[in-house]
């Protein structure tokens, strides 16, 4: 007799009546963790509640990674979305991108005015022959696609911040690993939460988030507005298949955030992914390309922050983070909780 079946009669002999499958597989390391979600950042929380609705009703994890982090993108305030820091030049540019558990694939970069970039991620991957779409292209293939487009106004709080950023204007791209001299932040030295900015933002500017369905497959899901105040049409990694998102459905999805550039130098979600092929756990994947990072930037290391979190074909996640400061958000059958990350420096 399995040991799984000999557990399950265990506890089916004590009484436990009512006690699912579901529960029972979230504590054995034997059985398959599923449903289960997990998103970048404390907004990982509210998105996981989106991506929950699907999967808990047994929806597939494409179907739930879309509708998790489009939670954040609606979240006007937020780091994502809209609502977001724009570039130098004033405009709110958006990164995103979406991959299913049979290699398919689909972004958008550089999009302007369109409030779900990752729905028409999705759009362009199953709707055309390409991979990705950018700019202009993008938002006039999102148009055709019944798309609306909003206006060309900043959130209250991007204005102030990018009011405030253009008295200096400085050309200094450090994404997350900031520390605020804001009082109320300080309250977060032990990196509970993000921090936020003096300027009231949150140092952070993207959701990513990786699922595992009922039927057992991954999908994962990526969107941001990138970095505050960069430059005119710069992408980042959230909209690089094998950089900002990977999942390769026999082995794990892997979803990463902070300092794009550093993250698409190592295709970092697939590397991330071939060490769990070759039987590292999710968080030991995490870790070696985090490393890897590191040790290429040098002494540089200290002024970006890079983040990757895994999820495996048997439900088990980790992630790993070049600073302090990371967190992630888990929701299973077991409910919805923010995680602080391990991280190297
Ligand atoms: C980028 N990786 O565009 C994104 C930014 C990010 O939290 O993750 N910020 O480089």
Same mark, same amino acid.
Not at 47 to 59: P, R
Not at 77 to 86: E, H, I, K, R
Not at 166 to 188: C, F, G, H
Not at 227 to 249: E, H, M, Q, T, W
């Given at each position: 007799?399995?040991? #799984?079946?000999?557990?399950?009669?265990?506890?089916?002999?004590?009484?436990?009546?009512?006690?699912?499958?579901?529960?029972?597989?979230?504590?054995?390391?034997?059985?398959?963790?599923? +449903?289960? @979600?997990?998103?970048?950042?404390?907004?990982?929380?509210? &998105?996981?509640?989106?991506?929950?609705?699907?999967?808990?009703?047994?929806?597939? &994890?494409?179907?739930?990674?879309?509708?998790?982090?489009? @939670?954040?993108?609606?979240?006007?305030? $937020?780091?994502?979305?809209?609502?977001? #820091?724009?570039?130098?030049?004033?405009?709110?540019?958006?990164?995103?991108?979406?991959?299913?558990?049979?290699?398919? $694939?689909?972004?958008?970069?550089?999009?302007?005015?369109?409030?779900? =970039?990752?729905? @028409?991620?999705?759009?362009?991957?199953?709707?055309? =022959?390409?991979?990705?779409?950018?700019?202009?292209?993008?938002?006039?293939? &999102?148009?055709?696609?019944?798309?609306?487009?909003?206006?060309?106004?900043?959130?209250?709080?991007? %204005?102030?911040?990018?009011?405030?950023?253009? !008295? !200096?204007?400085?050309? !200094?791209?450090?994404?997350?690993?900031?520390?605020?001299?804001?009082?109320?932040?300080?309250?977060?030295?032990?990196?509970?939460? +993000?921090? %936020?900015?003096?300027? *009231?933002?949150?140092?952070?500017?993207?959701?990513?988030?990786?699922?595992?369905?009922?039927?057992?497959?991954?999908?994962?899901?990526?969107?941001?507005?990138?970095?505050?105040?960069?430059?005119?049409?710069?992408? *980042?990694?959230? =909209?690089?298949?094998?950089?900002?998102?990977?999942?390769? #459905?026999?082995?794990?999805?892997?979803?990463?955030?902070?300092?794009?550039?550093?993250?698409?130098?190592?295709?970092?979600?697939? &590397?991330?992914?071939?060490?769990?092929?070759?039987?590292?756990?999710?968080?030991?994947?995490?870790?070696?390309?985090?490393?890897?990072?590191?040790?290429? %930037?040098?002494?540089?290391?200290?002024?970006?922050?890079? $983040?990757?979190?895994?999820?495996?074909?048997?439900?088990?996640?980790?992630?790993?983070?070049?600073?302090? *400061?990371?967190?992630?958000?888990?929701?299973?059958?077991? *409910? #919805?909780?923010?995680?602080?990350? =391990?991280?190297?420096?």
């Amino acid at each position: 007799m399995s040991i #799984n079946r000999r557990h399950f009669i265990n506890l089916s002999s004590l009484g436990i009546a009512g006690f699912t499958l579901q529960g029972f597989a979230n504590k054995t390391n034997n059985i398959i963790i599923k +449903p289960i @979600v997990i998103a970048t950042w404390d907004a990982g929380l509210n &998105a996981n509640k989106g991506a929950w609705e699907v999967l808990s009703k047994g929806g597939s &994890a494409l179907d739930a990674v879309e509708k998790g982090v489009m @939670v954040t993108e609606d979240e006007i305030s $937020c780091c994502v979305g809209l609502g977001a #820091n724009p570039d130098r030049d004033g405009h709110v540019t958006l990164d995103a991108s979406i991959m299913d558990h049979e290699f398919n $694939c689909g972004s958008v970069a550089f999009l302007e005015r369109i409030k779900h =970039p990752i729905s @028409v991620a999705r759009k362009v991957m199953e709707k055309t =022959p390409h991979v990705m779409l950018v700019g202009e292209g993008a938002q006039q293939f &999102a148009l055709s696609e019944g798309f609306k487009l909003e206006p060309n106004v900043l959130s209250e709080d991007a %204005k102030k911040a990018y009011e405030k950023w253009l !008295k !200096k204007s400085t050309y !200094k791209p450090v994404i997350n690993v900031e520390r605020s001299t804001n009082p109320n932040a300080q309250l977060d030295e032990k990196y509970k939460a +993000p921090y %936020k900015l003096d300027n *009231g933002n949150w140092n952070h500017d993207t959701i990513g988030m990786v699922a595992l369905d009922a039927n057992g497959n991954l999908s994962g899901s990526c969107t941001t507005s990138g970095a505050g105040f960069k430059l005119r049409g710069r992408v *980042g990694d959230s =909209p690089v298949i094998g950089a900002g998102l990977y999942v390769d #459905n026999e082995v794990g999805a892997v979803v990463a955030t902070g300092q794009g550039e550093d993250v698409i130098r190592v295709a970092g979600a697939s &590397a991330v992914v071939e060490y769990m092929r070759q039987g590292k756990s999710p968080q030991e994947a995490c870790k070696l390309v985090v490393e890897k990072i590191r040790k290429i %930037k040098k002494e540089k290391a200290a002024d970006i922050q890079v $983040c990757f979190i895994a999820l495996n074909k048997k439900g088990e996640h980790g992630s790993f983070a070049l600073h302090t *400061g990371f967190n992630y958000a888990v929701h299973t059958s077991d *409910g #919805n909780k923010l995680l602080e990350s =391990p991280f190297s420096i």
